[in-house]
Structures are given as C-alpha cells and as structure tokens.
C-alpha cells in the first residue's frame, strides 16, 4: 500500500504555499501578535487532562482517507459543544480539508461555544501553520514525528510555545522514542500506523516504558470500549484521543456522555 502520509504531506505543502499567496506571512503573523497584545488567553490542554477524571479528547472528525465520509453532515455548531455537555475534557478538531473533510472554519465555530482546550489536528510542516491555529483560536497543535525531523519538531514547537500553543507530538514506532526528550507539552502514541492504518491500541501499552514519566501521556485512535481506557490510565496515560467511534453515532455527544458512564 501506497503510504498516505507522504502523498498527505506533500499536498499540505502546496496547500500552504497557496495559503500564504492569500494571506501572506507578515498579515497574518501581525493579526496575531495583536491577538496577543490584548491578551486573548489559550487554554492549557495538558493540564486539563491531567486534571479530568476521564481525560477524553474528543474529535470532531468528519472524514478519514481510508473509510471516506464518516458524518459529512456534522455540524461544527452543534457536535463540539455537545461533546463538552457530555464531558469531553478537550476537543480536537480537523482541519485538513482533503483528506478529512475538515476546514479551519469549524475551529473558528466551535471556539466561542466552548470553553476546553481545542486541539488543531492537521499536519503541521510549517510555522505559518501555528500562526494560522492561534489565530482561529486553537489552544494546541499536533506535531507527528512521521512526517517531521527531531529538529523541526524542536524548532516549531519553540514557536508554538512563544505564541502560548500547547504542543502533542505524536509518535507511533520504536523508531521515534529519541522525539520523546524534546520540550513539548504532551506525548501522543498513535495506535493506527500512518501508512497502513493498522491500527492495534497494544502499541500504547508497547510504548509506555519508552516515554518520560513527568510528561502528560495521550493514546490516540483504535480506542472503543471504556475497559480499554481503564487499563490505558493504570498504565500512565491521562488523555485518549477518540473520534471515529463517537463520530459514527447519530448523537456523537450523547454516545460520548453513554461512554463516560461506563468508566
């Protein structure tokens, strides 16, 4: 199988060329440092997962480039807030349009009806990228070892620090353990493989040993019964990232809210 990260990465860099064309760098980054001169605040995602009992983040995920439309329907306005009603600890929300029906929009919609943390999900190659998530009022970014170097990781979160975003570097395989040492906020084990989308929740138990025990720990994907997450937290993680199996309810809020219940 073709691997779907490379053809995704190299897409998002003639996606971004063509961003910065509309609205280039010194605009934007000026819009932001002006956000950040008033003192629009961002929310600190580790910490509220570190402090929620239940710790989910909960994904407003519409698509996804191996099962197609998940819920083309889904509503920015109404599925983020009635995720926190139900008790999300956090939110992530795609904004990779492509490949996973999202938009930058749906974070601008959801940010003044909720008050967690959102987590821009895409794939960030560049710093223009972070400005982008401070400005539609994203509180952290993701950054994957898969499609980045030890160096740019540590160069774009240092960034992303400066503009008061949270970093969740995402690592899946063995071969990425070294990332685990860069300053960033949170350590995300991904349980679906990029390429294949294979997708096994043992690689979280594989990779626990292998992560710093101060740094906030978040298992992503392949999560779907409240047992597994039960057994995920006595292991030492304090976040878990789900999208596909609230996604693909008719009330994702509501199966959120029926899945709290049962931890």
Do not use: C
């Not at 003044?112 to 509180?139: M, S, T, W």
């Not at 160096?151 to 960034?159: D, G, R, S």
């Not at 040492?181 to 292998?210: A, C, K, P, W, Y």
């Amino acid at each position: 199988m073709k691997d779907i990260l490379e053809e995704i990465v190299a897409h998002k860099r003639i996606e971004v060329a063509e961003q910065k064309e509309q609205v280039p760098a010194r605009e934007l980054y000026a819009i932001v440092e002006k956000m950040m001169a008033e003192g629009i605040e961002a929310r600190s995602m580790s910490e509220a997962l570190s402090g929620d009992a239940h710790g989910i983040i909960a994904e407003f995920k519409r698509k996804s480039p191996s099962k197609g439309w998940i819920k083309e329907e889904g509503k920015p306005e109404i599925i983020p807030l009635s995720y926190q009603q139900n008790g999300a600890a956090a939110l992530s929300i795609l904004t990779d349009e492509k490949y996973f029906g999202g938009s930058m929009e749906f974070v601008k919609i959801a940010r003044p009806l909720v008050n967690i943390p959102i987590l821009r999900k895409d794939f960030v190659i560049d710093e223009y990228q972070l400005f982008q998530a401070r400005h539609i009022g994203a509180d952290a970014v993701l950054l994957i070892a898969a499609d980045l170097k030890k160096q740019e990781v540590k160069a774009l979160t240092t960034i992303a620090h400066e503009l008061k975003l949270e970093v969740l570097l995402e690592m899946h395989s063995l071969e990425e353990q070294d990332y685990a040492e860069l300053d960033v906020d949170m350590l995300g084990i991904n349980n679906r493989n990029l390429g294949s989308f294979h997708t096994d929740v043992q690689n979280s138990f594989h990779m626990i040993s292998r992560l710093p025990e101060e740094k906030v720990k978040v298992s992503e994907s392949g999560i779907g019964k409240p047992e597994t997450i039960k057994l995920l937290r006595a292991a030492g993680y304090r976040g878990f990232l789900m999208g596909e199996h609230f996604m693909k309810q008719a009330d994702p809020g509501k199966a959120l809210g029926e899945f709290i219940a049962e931890l």
